[in-house]
């Protein structure tokens, strides 16, 4: 694992051990950075889920402003700690210890929103439209912005976006990278 481009190009990034942790595939990241790679310069990015934090680290390493870290395994955030010292990109993280239906709800309260968020939940636990939901719901994406949901199902159940917050969506594209999923769920614009 290793950052691919940029800044911090080629650094070989610690990974958590175990099985509670399934980092990104290389594939998977280039195909995901390919597609945002000319609207990444100067925005903010929200890695939730973030385990090693390797998608964070990527959009800052790419030129993202500034990337917020969130993940509730103290294993994992220590490992995150190590790569961000490793790449030299601290001056432009935060890291936050909690559970992602919590951060979702201090996040709204704040009225956080980001750029882009990529989430990429615990594969098998169905949490795709819901979490969907409840990022849509709170704000957490601005208008113009992309959110990225990572899974091992070719459907997020029926759809990627339920119908409750279909009216924020602009457009749902869906990319397959070898054994894994990508949904991207563009947040409407303001219309003038």
């Known amino acids: 694992m290793r950052i691919i481009t940029g800044s911090a190009r080629g650094t070989r990034l610690f990974s958590p051990q175990g099985d509670e942790v399934?980092?990104?595939?290389?594939?998977?990241?280039?195909?995901?950075?390919?597609?945002?790679?000319?609207?990444?310069?100067?925005?903010?990015?929200?890695?939730?889920?973030?385990?090693?934090?390797?998608?964070?680290?990527?959009?800052?390493?790419?030129?993202?402003?500034?990337?917020?870290?969130?993940?509730?395994?103290?294993?994992?955030?220590?490992?995150?700690?190590?790569?961000?010292?490793?790449?030299?990109?601290?001056?432009?993280?935060?890291?936050?210890?909690?559970?992602?239906?919590?951060?979702?709800?201090?996040?709204s309260r704040r009225e956080q929103a980001f750029d882009f968020v990529y989430a990429d939940p615990p594969y098998g636990k169905d949490l795709g439209p819901e979490l969907v939901k409840r990022i849509l719901r709170a704000g957490l994406v601005k208008q113009g912005g992309v959110l990225m949901v990572e899974t091992d199902r070719e459907k997020l159940d029926t759809a990627p976006v339920p119908q409750e917050v279909l009216d924020q969506v602009e457009s749902i594209k869906r990319y397959k990278f070898s054994k894994c999923y990508v949904f991207f769920v563009r947040v409407k614009r303001e219309e003038l």
């Open 22 to 107: 399934r980092p990104t595939t290389e594939m998977a990241k280039e195909g995901v950075f390919s597609a945002i790679q000319f609207d990444l310069e100067g925005r903010t990015f929200l890695d939730l889920f973030a385990g090693s934090g390797q998608m964070g680290l990527e959009a800052l390493s790419r030129g993202a402003r500034e990337a917020t870290f969130v993940d509730c395994s103290e294993d994992s955030l220590k490992v995150l700690r190590k790569n961000i010292e490793k790449t030299k990109l601290g001056d432009r993280c935060r890291v936050v210890r909690s559970e992602y239906g919590e951060y979702i709800k201090s996040a």
